[in-house]
C-alpha cells in the first residue's frame, strides 16, 4: 500500500489524499490542472488520437490504397502463347519483363517496355512509308490549358521520324497555337460544335471521328491514334504501339480484380457488361488502330451512346464505357502497357520502367466551365 493512502497524508500541491484522488477518480471528479475531470480528460485524449489517426489515413490513403494494389498479382503470360511475333517489332521478349504478363488469353502481345524492339519497329514503318494520324480534340478551355503542351511534345516524342498528321478538332480553329512540325508531319484543324456539357464533348468524339476517317483522314493515314488533349509526351511514342486495334490498359486499374472494374453495369445500357464479362478496363484516354477497325469502334459508340440518349440513360464513363464494351466484343490486336499513359499521381510502382505520355494536371472547375 503506498505511504500516502496508508497515513492519509496530502503532500505538498496534490489534490488530497490517494484515497479523496481514488474516490473521485471511481466518480470521475478528478481535477486536472485545466480544472478538467480525468475521466474527460481521457476522452479528450482519445478523441484527438483517433482524429489524428484519421486524418493520418485520410492523407495517406492513396499511398495505403496503392500498397493495397501493389499487393495484388497481376499474372504472368502463359509459356503457351510465347513467342509471340509482332507485326511491327519482331519477336517479342517476354522474358524481359517475368513479372507482367505480356500477352493475353486470346494470344494478343502486351507492350512493356523492355520486350519489344524499337529500332526494329521503327525501320519496319519506315519500310512501309507509313502515315500516322493523331486525333486529339481542344474543345472550350481545354485548348489554352493543354494543346501547346500536347502538340509541342508530340513532336518531341510520338512516331518520331514518321509522317505524321494531326488532326486538332476544335470550336475555336483560329485559337490553335502555332507549332514548329518536322520533315513529313502537317496539322490539319478541324472544326466542331461546342457541346454544352463536357459529357457531351466527350462522347460526341465517337461520331466525328467516325466521320472523319470515313473521310480525308481515312485516306491518308494507314494508322490511327485518338487521345485525349489533357496529357503530354515525356518518352518515345513509336511504331511499336501500332496494330490493327490497339487498347490501352488504364494505369488505375490494370491490377484489379475484374468484379471490381467501373464497367457499365446498368443493363439497359448498351455499353453493359456483367459481372463475368469483361477482360481489362482500357482508358478512353489512348486508342488506335488501322482506319478499317477504328471505323467500326467509332460506330459501335456512336451507336451505343445514342441508344442510350433515347432510353434517357448516360453511361457511368460515357464514351469510355462503350469503349470498354466494344473491346470486349472485339478484342484488341495489341494492348499498351500503362506505361504508355500514366499518372504521376500514383507512386511506388516497381513496373512502370518508362512512362511514355502522363496525364497533365487538371483544374477540373476551371477547364469544364
Ligand atoms: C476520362 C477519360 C476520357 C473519357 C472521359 C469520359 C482520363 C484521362 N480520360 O477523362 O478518355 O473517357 O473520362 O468520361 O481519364 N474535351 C474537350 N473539352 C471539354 C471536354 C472534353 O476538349 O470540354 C476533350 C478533351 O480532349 C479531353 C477529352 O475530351 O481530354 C476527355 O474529357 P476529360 O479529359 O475531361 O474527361 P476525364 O478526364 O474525366
Known amino acids: 500500500m503506498a505511504l500516502g493512502a496508508e497515513w492519509g497524508v496530502s503532500w505538498p500541491g496534490s489534490h488530497g489524499s ?10 470521475g471528479l478528478g481535477k486536472s490542472t485545466w480544472g478538467l ?8 485524449w482519445r478523441f484527438f488520437l483517433s482524429a489524428f489517426g484519421f486524418l493520418g489515413l485520410y492523407c495517406c490513403r492513396f499511398i495505403i490504397f496503392s500498397l493495397i494494389e501493389d499487393s495484388i498479382p497481376m499474372g504472368t503470360c502463359p509459356t503457351a502463347t510465347m513467342p509471340l511475333r509482332d507485326n511491327f517489332t519482331g519477336l517479342l521478349r517476354h522474358w524481359a519483363r517475368p513479372e507482367v504478363p505480356t500477352c493475353t488469353s486470346w494470344g494478343a502481345p502486351i507492350i512493356w517496355d523492355g520486350t519489344f524492339n524499337p529500332h526494329v519497329a521503327r ?3 519506315r519500310r512501309r512509308n507509313l502515315t500516322i494520324g493523331l486525333t486529339v480534340f481542344a474543345v472550350g478551355r481545354y485548348l489554352e490549358t493543354f494543346l501547346e503542351h500536347f502538340l509541342v511534345s508530340a513532336e518531341q516524342h ?3 521520324g514518321q509522317n505524321v498528321v494531326y488532326y486538332v478538332f476544335t470550336d475555336r480553329p483560329e ?3 502555332y507549332v514548329a512540325l518536322g520533315r513529313g508531319r502537317l496539322l490539319r484543324v478541324k472544326l466542331v460544335q461546342r457541346e454544352r456539357r463536357w459529357q457531351d464533348v466527350s462522347m460526341a468524339r465517337m461520331p466525328t471521328l467516325h466521320e472523319a476517317l470515313g473521310g480525308q483522314l481515312g485516306q491518308e493515314a494507314d494508322f490511327v491514334f485518338c487521345l485525349d488533349v489533357d496529357q503530354y509526351f515525356t518518352g518515345s511514342f513509336g511504331p511499336e504501339v501500332l496494330a490493327d486495334l490497339v487498347a490501352q490498359l488504364h494505369a488505375c486499374h490494370y491490377r484489379w480484380p475484374r468484379w471490381l472494374l467501373p464497367y457499365e453495369r446498368d443493363k439497359r445500357s448498351a455499353a453493359a457488361l456483367s459481372l463475368s464479362e469483361g477482360d481489362f478496363y482500357y482508358h478512353a484516354a489512348v486508342f488506335g488502330g488501322s482506319v478499317a477497325e477504328l471505323r467500326k469502334l467509332t460506330a459501335h459508340c456512336a451507336t451505343g451512346q445514342q441508344l442510350d440518349r433515347k432510353r434517357g440513360i448516360e453511361a457511368l464513363w460515357h464514351d469510355e464505357s462503350h469503349l470498354n464494351k466494344f473491346f470486349w466484343l472485339s478484342k484488341p490486336t495489341k494492348l499498351l502497357s500503362p506505361e504508355f499513359c500514366w499518372t504521376e499521381e500514383i507512386i511506388g510502382r516497381r513496373e512502370i520502367h518508362h512512362p511514355r505520355l502522363l496525364w497533365a494536371p487538371k483544374q477540373y472547375a476551371w477547364v469544364r466551365n
Open 158 to 160: 510520338f512516331m518520331v
Open 175 to 177: 485559337a490553335v497555337p
Open 18 to 27: 490517494f484515497g479523496e484522488q481514488e474516490g473521485r477518480r471511481q466518480k
Open 123 to 125: 525501320q519496319e514503318a
Open 37 to 44: 475531470s480525468r475521466a474527460k480528460k481521457r476522452l479528450l
